[in-house]
């Protein structure tokens, strides 16, 4: 599961960002929870993810990969599994100073993989940033044609009567 992401040294940089790898995508541990809340919870006061407690993550860890610069999460991303044939990519958040460097497709790669190696043959995400997915070969569906379960996030969402997240589906066959 652990894969090397390496940088574009040429791609302009924010100055907070680290612009040379190797980095690793790596499974995440509970050691891990506190910087993932923080990346998550970040997005999450802008209104674009979701809350999330040290109780949800630590419950579910093992959906998550993280990319590590000095002992932080800048970057995160789960796999979230409903059945035997679909999961859903969720979670993803990359630290803003991080941004436009591969990271969170090397995220998504990573899981793709994981799912393909788990049979898995579909996989949706629920997301504001159509353009990234959409470059990762995910398509625009609508939300009655995915599992029902992945709706129970939705029940405590303050924006769950007027959702304007947008599904998309990817197959992996």
């Known amino acids: 599961m ?6 574009n040294p040429a791609a302009p940089a924010p100055r907070t ?5 190797p980095l ?8 891990d929870v506190p910087s993932i809340i923080s990346l ?5 006061a802008k209104g ?7 109780f949800e993550l630590a419950e579910n860890i093992r959906d998550f990969v993280v990319i590590k610069h000095q002992d932080q999460a800048v970057a995160c991303c789960a796999l979230h599994i409903y059945s035997t044939t679909a999961a ?11 941004q436009s460097h591969g990271l969170g497709r090397n995220l998504v790669g990573a899981l793709e993989t994981q799912a393909r190696e788990l049979g898995i043959t579909s996989l949706f995400a629920f997301t504001y940033v159509e353009s990234f997915f959409s ?3 995910y398509r625009i569906v609508d939300r009655s044609l995915l599992p029902s379960k992945a709706w129970k996030d939705c029940l405590r969402c303050p924006k769950f009567q007027a959702c304007d997240e947008i599904a998309m589906l990817k197959s992996l066959e």
Do not use: C, H, Y
């Open 88 to 98: 859903e990519i969720r979670s993803l958040a990359v630290d803003p100073g991080w």
């Open 135 to 137: 470059k990762l070969g």
């Open 2 to 7: 652990n894969q090397l992401v390496t940088l």
């Open 24 to 31: 690793l995508v790596r499974p995440a541990t509970l050691r």
């Open 40 to 44: 998550i919870n970040l997005f999450a």
């Open 17 to 21: 960002a680290f612009t040379e790898g």
């Open 48 to 54: 674009i993810m979701l809350p999330r407690t040290e």
